[in-house]
C-alpha cells in the first residue's frame, strides 16, 4: 500500500522504504526510478540506492583479478549520480518479514553474500544522496512516491521495467501513472 502524503509538520520515516520517480521527476538519472532508500533521518539527510538502472557491465569489465573471480557476473548497476567514480557492493536479503542489506561492504564480504540462498548481490556506480530537509521537501513537492517493497521485490528484474511493474500493483490510480507515456506531451 501506499503511504500516505505527509503533511507539513509530520515527521517522516522512510529508512527501508523504496521511492519511485513520480513520471515528472524527468531529471536524467531519476527519470522512472526505483530507489531502495537505506539511510534516512531528517537531521542527518539520507542515502539511497537505484535499483533498476543496470549499466550494461558486470563486475568482470572492471576487476579482473583471480581473487574477484566469484563476482566477475555480478551486474553492476548506477547506484545514483555522488560518487560516481567509486564501484561498491551491496547485499540484500528478506529476514523475518523485512528487507535487509549491507551496503558498501568489501569484495570477500560480497563474495560470502553471493552463497547465502535468497541474497541478491549487486555492484553499483555511485548513490543516491539528499541532505538534511531535501528529501522531505522533495515529497512535499511530490517528486517521489514512498512505498514498502514487497516480498517479491528481490525476485523481480531490475531493470528500467522495474518502476511501472511496481506502481502497477499499488493502486488503480498507480496503475495509470505506470502505463503513461515516456513523454506525453508528444500525445
Given at each position: 500500500?501506499?503511504?500516505?502524503?505527509?503533511?507539513?509538520?509530520?515527521?517522516?520515516?522512510?529508512q527501508?522504504?523504496?521511492?519511485?520517480?513520480?513520471?515528472?521527476?524527468?531529471?536524467?538519472?531519476?527519470?522512472?526510478?526505483?530507489?531502495?532508500?537505506?539511510?534516512?533521518?531528517?537531521?542527518?539527510?539520507?542515502?539511497?540506492?537505484?535499483?533498476?538502472?543496470p549499466t550494461?557491465?558486470?563486475?568482470?569489465?572492471?576487476?579482473?583479478?583471480?581473487?574477484?573471480?566469484?563476482?566477475?557476473?555480478?551486474?553492476?548497476?548506477?547506484?545514483?549520480?555522488?560518487?560516481?567514480?567509486h564501484?561498491?557492493?551491496?547485499?540484500?536479503?528478506?529476514?523475518?518479514?523485512?528487507?535487509?542489506?549491507?551496503?558498501?561492504?568489501?569484495?570477500?564480504?560480497?563474495?560470502q553474500?553471493?552463497?547465502?540462498?535468497?541474497?541478491?548481490?549487486?555492484?553499483?556506480?555511485?548513490?543516491?544522496?539528499?541532505?538534511?530537509?531535501?528529501?522531505?521537501?522533495?515529497?512535499?513537492?511530490?517528486?517521489?512516491?514512498?512505498?514498502?517493497p514487497?516480498?517479491?521485490f528481490?525476485?523481480?528484474?531490475?531493470?528500467?521495467?522495474?518502476?511501472?511493474?511496481?506502481?502497477?500493483?499499488?493502486?488503480?490510480?498507480?496503475?495509470?501513472?505506470?502505463?503513461?507515456?515516456?513523454?506525453?506531451?508528444?500525445?
Amino acid at each position: 500500500m501506499p503511504e500516505s502524503s505527509p503533511t507539513p509538520d509530520s515527521p517522516i520515516s522512510l529508512q527501508g522504504q523504496i521511492l519511485l520517480a513520480d513520471p515528472s521527476l524527468r531529471d536524467g538519472i531519476f527519470d522512472r526510478s526505483v530507489i531502495l532508500l537505506a539511510e534516512h533521518s531528517v537531521d542527518q539527510g539520507a542515502f539511497g540506492l537505484i535499483m533498476n538502472q543496470p549499466t550494461g557491465h558486470t563486475v568482470g569489465d572492471f576487476l579482473k583479478e583471480k581473487q574477484f573471480a566469484p563476482l566477475l557476473k555480478i551486474a553492476v548497476h548506477q547506484g545514483g549520480p555522488v560518487a560516481r567514480e567509486h564501484l561498491t557492493f551491496s547485499a540484500f536479503w528478506w529476514q523475518e518479514s523485512q528487507l535487509r542489506w549491507a551496503l558498501r561492504i568489501s569484495a570477500d564480504d560480497a563474495i560470502q553474500h553471493a552463497h547465502r540462498p535468497g541474497t541478491l548481490v549487486r555492484a553499483f556506480i555511485g548513490y543516491s544522496g539528499w541532505t538534511a530537509g531535501q528529501l522531505e521537501g522533495e515529497l512535499r513537492r511530490h517528486s517521489w512516491i514512498a512505498t514498502r517493497p514487497a516480498t517479491s521485490f528481490l525476485g523481480l528484474s531490475h531493470d528500467r521495467n522495474l518502476w511501472a511493474e511496481i506502481l502497477r500493483n499499488m493502486s488503480p490510480f498507480h496503475r495509470i501513472l505506470a502505463a503513461s507515456p515516456d513523454q506525453p506531451n508528444l500525445n
